[in-house]
Structure formats: structure tokens, C-alpha cells
């Protein structure tokens, strides 16, 4: 003989797996830039894109950060997490050549817009290194 809590339990389980299957998948994670036509970037990624420009990040990583003497940022950035693109920004990776930016202030107050404008081009939306403001005269936006 089943106890009352049991059956309430069994009774309850396909209810509540019906309901969250309703409810359909999470909503996929907002992307930190926004592109139009492939070139064409809000303020924020045009921020991280200056900063990259002032960086000079270009000389190992590549003009359009496809690896130098340094590494394709656009492979790289297919695995590596925010938190660790960060940490490496800051601190560094002395032991493969990779200078720390911990005291680069332009770097460091604009290491989430770097991180939204090189995410861009790992995920393949932005297609272009050079990119232009969305509100650009002649842009049609």
C-alpha cells in the first residue's frame, strides 16, 4: 500500500515536467554587441573597437585578430570565457609573450567593450576588423 506522500509525489512529477516543458527552452544569452550588415556596430562594440586601435593589439594578434606572433583571438575567443579573457587582458600570459594591460587605463576601462567588439568577430557577426558606427552619415541606419 502506497503512502499518500507517494502517490502525491507520483501524481505531482509528470504535472510539474509537463509545465516546464511548456515553458519551451531558455532564452538564448543577449550577445554583449549589436551589428548590422555585418560592419555596422553600436557605440559600445565601436568603443571596444577604438580601444583595440589603441592598443595596438594588432601587432601579435593580427589586423583582422587572426594570430601573429600572438594568437587568432577569433579561434580564441570561441572557448574562452569573459572571465578568463579578462584575466589574461590584465594579467598577462609573461610566459608566451603576452604583455599585462593591468595599468593600461584605456585598456582597462573599456575591457568589456573589447571584449563585445573581438567576441563579435569570434562569433563570426561582425565580418569586418574595420567596423563603422551604426549612426554613421551614409550608412542608412
Known sequence: MMSKLVRLVLTA???AAASVAAQG???AQATPYKVVDGYKVDAFTMTGFRTWRAAACDRCHGANQEGLVGPSLVN???VLS???FIKTVRDGRQEKGMISFATNTTVMTNIDALYAYLKGRSDGAITRARVEPMD????GS
Open 13 to 15: 512529477l509528470p504535472i
Open 76 to 78: 580564441s575567443l570561441k
Open 82 to 84: 569573459k572571465d578568463d
Open 136 to 139: 554613421a552619415p551614409g550608412s
Open 25 to 27: 527552452p531558455a532564452p
